[in-house]
C-alpha cells in the first residue's frame, strides 16, 4: 500500500510532514510518496534514518497557499502537490491522499482528480470527537456550508459506514443535530432531513441537542458544514482556552503548584483524548477514493496518525463501502426511485 | 422598581423560583411579584424571611408546559404565569419580566404582550459567554433558526447597545460568526451580512471563527438562532464533560487526589466564569420591554441573578436605546431608507 502524503500542505510544511511521514512507514508497514519541491523534501528526508524503498518522493512545482481561492487553483495549477497527490491515485500509483493543506484546495483536488461516488450529491468532511464514553463522528464540518435535505441523509449513510467499518461500531445509533428534541424543531431543513432519516433504514434516534454531543447518545451526528465547522472549531478553542485558564488559576498559589504538577501528569490520558493530532485528519467521504484533510498546524505525530486513518480506509474498502451501500439505501433497485 | 417572576418556569419551579426571588429583594433593593399558583407560592414563601412589603404574589391558573407548542400556547392559555408576567409590564404593574420555562413560550409571550420595537423585525435571545480576557455577547442563541441578513445586522446593533450599557464596554467590537476570515467565506446569508455590517457604523472587526469565541477577540458576536443554540449548548456541555472527565482521571490515583482537593479548592473562581447560574439569564432583546429568559435548570442563584440581569436593563434603560439607535443606524431621518 502507497499514501500520497501532499508534502507542502500545512502550516509546518514541509519540516514535520517529512518527519511525520518517516514516522509512519516506521509504525504502519505502508509505503508513502512525498509530493512537492524535490530539493526541500529531500533536505528534509536527510535528516532521518529510514528504509529507502518505503519513501519515495515525486516533485509537484507549484503550492496552493491558504489565501487562494481553492476552485480556480486546482484548476489553474495542475502540478502543485495537491492536485498532483490526487492524479498519482487517479493512475493507481498511491491508495490514498493525506494533506494538511487548504481544506478547500484539499477538497477541490480530490473532487476534480477523483470524483464523486455515484449516488453522493455533495462529499463531506468527517470529524471525530472525543464523548464520554468514547468517540462520535461529526459530518460534515465544513465541505458544505449550505444543505439541502438529501445530502443530510447522504451524509448520515456515510456516517453509517465510517462508524461501521472504521469505528468498529455494529449498528451505528445516528442523530441530527438540532436546537431541540422534538422532530419538529429548528429550521425547514433539519425538519425535512428528520422526516426522510425517520423513513431510512438507518438507527437512526433522533435530535441530538448541543448540550449532548460530548455526551455520547449518537456515534454518528449529522449536520450542515457550516454549523459543524463552527461546533468543531468552537470546541477545539473552548477545550484549549478552558485549560489554559485552569492553569492559569492554579499558578495562583504555590501549594497548589504541587497539586497541579500531580494532576497534570495524571491527566495525559485525557490530554490524549481530547488532542486532534491523536485522531490525524478528518477522512473527505464521498468522492472516488480514499482522500484524508488533516489540520492545518499538523505536527508529525498528526501526519503519522493521517496516514494511519489512511492505510485503514483503504484495507476496510471504505469507498466501496459506501458505494455499495448508497446504492441499496437511497438508489434502491430502480434508479429513478432517487431521493 | 418591580420585577415579575413567572413562579411556575423551570426544571425545579416553585421551589427554586421563590427561594431566589426572596434571595434577589434581599440582595438587589427592589420588588419582586411572583406570579403563578397563589397556594403553591404561598406555602414556599412560608419558608423564608424577608420584607413583607417587597414580594407580592399575583395569582395565574394556568400553566404553560415544555411540550406545548408556544405559538398557540401563549394565545391559548391567556391566564398562564408567563402571560400573566407580561401582561403586568403591559399595566405598567411591573418593569420587567424573569422567566425559567420554555424559552418559546416566554419569547412568545413577550411578543405578544409587549410588542416589537419598531424598526426591529426580529427579536433576538443574547446569552453572555465567558472567554480568556473577559466576556463576550452571543446573539441570536435561539429566537430566530432561520434568519435573513438584515435580521443579523439588527442582532448587532441590539448587541452593540447591550454590551455599552450594561457590559459597560465603551466602543463594543462586533464580529461576525463565520467558518472562515475572507469576507466572501460561508454561505449567502452570511456573506451578505457581513458587507452589511462593514457598511454600517459600527466597530465592526468582521469574521470571528468558531476557535475564536472564547479568545475574547469580539465583544458582540453575532449568528443565526440555529447556530448560535447548538454554539451555546455545546460550550455547556463540552465544559461540563471536560470537568467531569478531569476529575475521573484523578480519581483513579490515590497520590493525586490530594493535589486534586487543592486544585478544585483553587479552581472555583473558574468555576464562577463558567457556571451560567452567575449570568442568571439571557435578555431577549428586541420587545417593547425587558424580558429575561433563564436556563430552563435555573437554580434560586439563577433567578436571583436574572433578576439583577433585569434590574440593570431597566436601570439603564436598554429599550429605549435600542429604539433610539436602531433609528439612527438603520432608520435614518427617512423611514424609507430603511433597510
Redesign the interface.
Known amino acids: 500500500m502507497k499514501i500520497a502524503v501532499d508534502a507542502m500542505g500545512g502550516d509546518y510544511a514541509p519540516v514535520e510532514i517529512v518527519k511525520g511521514a518517516v514516522e509512519a512507514v516506521k509504525l504502519h508497514k505502508l509505503e508513502v510518496v512525498l509530493v512537492g519541491d524535490h530539493a526541500a523534501i529531500t533536505k528534509e528526508l536527510a535528516k532521518y534514518a529510514y528504509d529507502k524503498n518505503l519513501i519515495s518522493v515525486v516533485h509537484a512545482s507549484e503550492v496552493i497557499r491558504m ?1 487562494e481561492a481553492p476552485a480556480v487553483a486546482v484548476r489553474k495549477k495542475r502540478d502543485s502537490s495537491i492536485v498532483v497527490c490526487n492524479r498519482l491515485i487517479k493512475e493507481e500509483q498511491a491508495d490514498a491522499v493525506v494533506s494538511a493543506g487548504s481544506t478547500g484546495a484539499a477538497m477541490g483536488a480530490s473532487l476534480l482528480g477523483l470524483g464523486r461516488i455515484k449516488g453522493i450529491d455533495r462529499p463531506a468532511i468527517a470529524s471525530i470527537i472525543p ?2 464514553t468514547g468517540y462520535c463522528l461529526l459530518l460534515d464540518v ?1 465541505a458544505n ?2 444543505c439541502k435535505p438529501v445530502n443530510l441523509v447522504q451524509f448520515a449513510i456515510m456516517g453509517h459506514i465510517y462508524a461501521k467499518k472504521i469505528m468498529g461500531i455494529a449498528q451505528p445509533r445516528v442523530g441530527l ?1 438540532n ?1 431541540g428534541e ?1 422532530e419538529s424543531k ?3 431543513l ?1 425538519v425535512e432531513a428528520h422526516r426522510l432519516l425517520k423513513e431510512s433504514k438507518l438507527n437512526f434516534i433522533g435530535n441530538i ?7 455520547g447518545r449518537a456515534d454518528v451526528i449529522v ?1 450542515d ?3 459543524g ?14 485549560m ?3 492553569k492559569q ?2 499558578k ?2 504555590i ?2 503548584k ?6 497534570f ?3 495525559k ?2 490530554k490524549k ?2 488532542d486532534y493530532a491523536e485522531y490525524g485528519g478528518a477522512p473527505l467521504l464521498g468522492v472516488n477514493g480514499i482522500s484524508i484533510i488533516s489540520h492545518g498546524s499538523s505536527d508529525a505525530k498528526a501526519i503519522a496518525n493521517a496516514v494511519r486513518v489512511a492505510k485503514e480506509c483503504v484495507e476496510k474498502k471504505v469507498v466501496d463501502c459506501i458505494r455499495d451501500s448508497i446504492h441499496e439505501t437511497i438508489l434502491g433497485d430502480d434508479e429513478d426511485a432517487r431521493v
Chains 1, 2 share one sequence.
Open positions: 489565501d464523548t464520554l465544513g456550508a449550505e443535530l436546537i422534538e429548528g429550521k425547514e433539519y441537542e448541543g448540550r449532548d454531543i460530548t455526551r449536520c458544514g457550516f454549523v465547522n463552527v461546533v468543531l472549531k468552537f470546541g477545539e478553542g473552548l477545550a484549549r482556552d478552558l489554559w485558564m485552569i488559576e492554579l495562583k498559589n501549594f497548589v504541587v497539586g497541579a504538577a500531580l494532576v501528569t495524571q491527566a490520558g485525557l483524548r481530547i
